[in-house]
C-alpha cells in the first residue's frame, strides 16, 4: 500500500484537509497518477502545460500528482524548454521523462 503524502500543508484551512483526504480515499489521486504515469511513459520529454492540455486533468492536478510520482521515484525532471502550441505561456517549464527502472507500481 502507497504512504501518500499529505497534500495540503499544516497551515492551509480545514477545507484543504478534508479535500485532501477524500481525493486519497475515494481513488481520485490513484487513478490521477496511474494516467499520468503511462501518459509520460508513451510521451516523454513534455511538460507539464503540454501533458495538462493532452490530458484535460489541468495545470493545478497535473502538476500535484507528477510531483507526487517524482517523490515516488517513478518519474523524473530533465530540461527545462518553453511550452508552446495553443493556450502555451511561452514560459520554461521542465521535461517530465520515465525513470529508467520498471513502470510497476504498487498503489493498492
Known amino acids: 500500500m502507497v504512504e501518500w503524502p499529505p497534500v495540503s500543508r499544516t497551515t492551509d484551512p ?53 510531483a507526487d510520482l517524482k517523490n515516488q521515484d517513478r518519474i523524473y525532471q530533465g530540461a527545462a524548454r518553453s511550452w508552446t502550441g495553443a493556450n502555451a505561456s511561452g514560459r520554461k517549464q521542465v521535461t517530465w521523462w520515465p525513470s529508467p527502472e520498471p513502470r510497476q507500481m504498487a498503489l493498492l
Open 14 to 66: 480545514r477545507t484543504s484537509h478534508e479535500a485532501d483526504a477524500v481525493i486519497t480515499v475515494d481513488g481520485s489521486r490513484r487513478s490521477q497518477v496511474e494516467r499520468l504515469l503511462e501518459y509520460v511513459y508513451q510521451h516523454p520529454g513534455f511538460v507539464a502545460g503540454e501533458i495538462a492540455a493532452e490530458t484535460g486533468l489541468g495545470m493545478h492536478i497535473v502538476g500535484r500528482r507528477l
